[in-house]
């Protein structure tokens, strides 16, 4: 990496500290429950899986890609507001918001094997295929511990103009950490080892006016379908979930 100092005696970034911003094609459009306040976005063996938010209304989903039909679902109790959801193994992975509590279901069943605690907020969860990463709302990422959900270690988010905060759903994609940042239509693409931010994705534009005749809150949802790397996103209460490839910037 180049970098030269100005007459101040300043460091200059270089081109190769710009951070690169992705746009992207739509590959396929899928119909999405336009109910589903969506907070867990997972693509495994063959199906989605999502988890939806609000008070009363929370559930845990299993989706078919092509229909968008819910094929199983569990209701969360009324007190929970469903967030961010991982497939760990054989098992599901739920965050609540602000209840402080995780839980773990059996994944071709849903049933409830376990409840775990955690003391932030829960936003977003992936995994790495050995630590779950969470998110809280804030610049910090956090590593679990899968089998007894301790903190193992966590990660301050930035880029070139500092700390980044309110990372929302999350995904591991191909060594990095994929994070929607909440309220906005970018995705963050996060080295896991550093935190550094090493580029954005700007999915602006990815539902036209007619998909807006009910109103639709943000852009909240990744998938990645590992086996035949496919990259889907979606939002919440949107009609619609997107098959997308990223196209580098010139
Ligand atoms: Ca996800």
């Keep these: ?25 739509i590959v396929n459009t899928y119909p999405h429950d336009p109910d589903a306040f969506t907070q867990g976005l997972v693509f495994k063996d063959g199906f989605l899986y999502e988890g939806t938010g609000r008070l009363e209304r929370s559930t845990l989903r299993r989706v078919e ?30 965050l609540t918001w602000q209840s402080n509590v995780g839980f773990v279901y059996d994944k071709n069943s849903f049933e409830l094997l376990q409840q775990f605690d955690y003391s932030t907020e829960g936003w977003g969860i992936t995994h790495d295929g050995t630590r779950l990463i969470m998110s809280d ?11 007894t959900f301790d903190e193992i ?10 700390p980044i905060t309110r ?30 931010v090493v580029g954005w994705v ?25 086996e035949a790397d ?7 209460l949107w009609p619609k979930l997107f098959e997308i490839e990223l196209i580098s910037p010139e």
């Design 137 to 147: 709302g804030t610049s910090t990422l956090h590593f679990l511990d899968p089998q």
């Design 202 to 226: 700007e999915l602006e534009g990815l539902l036209s006016t007619e998909d807006c005749t009910e109103p639709v809150d943000v852009l909240n949802g990744i998938a990645y379908d590992a």
């Design 65 to 94: 890609l092509e229909t968008g039909a819910i094929l199983q679902i569990r209701e969360l109790p009324d007190q929970f507001f469903g967030e961010g959801i991982t497939i760990y193994g054989n098992e599901i992975i739920q």
């Design 167 to 196: 990372f929302n759903e999350l995904e591991y994609v191909q060594g990095e950490i994929y994070a929607n940042v909440w309220q906005t239509d970018r995705i963050a693409r996060i080295a896991p080892e550093t935190g550094r």
């Design 153 to 162: 270690g966590h990660l301050e988010v930035f880029d070139n103009d500092g």
């Design 230 to 236: 496919r990259l889907f996103v979606t939002g919440k």
């Design 1 to 25: 990496m180049l970098s030269c100092l100005n007459l101040q005696g300043c460091l200059i970034p270089s081109n190769s500290d710009v951070i690169p911003v992705y746009s992207y094609n």
